[in-house]
């Protein structure tokens, strides 16, 4: 069974930083990409960064220049570090895994909390 589990939200002031991490299990996918996505109340759930087994990389334009993700194959963790937080990041904070060249995501973690205060 695939599995995935955020973690590493909160509460932080404008300016501030946070790392989520996705930790991710279950799958023997060969090509995959796992993303972050994000949603905030009465909004679209919208892309924001994902990864390839590659190590090619992906950013939403809101976020370039102050989110970086990352993978450790060893942990099995895909992390989102956020630097530079805006009140308007605020939102669940969700990961997901597809199989490539697939473009819909198969598998969801729960979500996790960011909220960033002015």
């Known amino acids: 069974e695939v599995q995935l589990v955020e973690s590493g939200g909160g509460l932080v002031q404008a300016g501030g930083s946070l790392r989520l991490s996705c930790a991710v299990s279950?799958?023997?996918?060969?090509?995959?990409?796992i993303g972050w996505f994000r949603q905030a109340p009465g909004k679209e759930r919208e892309g924001v960064s994902c990864?390839?087994?590659?190590?090619?990389?992906y950013y939403a334009d809101s976020v370039k220049g102050r989110f970086t993700i990352s993978s450790d194959n060893v942990k099995k963790t895909v992390d989102l570090q956020m630097n530079s937080l805006k009140p308007e990041d605020t939102a669940v904070y969700y990961c997901a895994v597809r199989r490539l060249p697939k473009s819909e995501y198969d598998y969801w973690g729960q979500g996790t909390q960011v909220t960033v205060s002015s």
């Open positions: 279950g799958f023997t996918f060969d090509d995959y990409a």
């Open positions: 990864i390839s087994n590659d190590g090619s990389t």
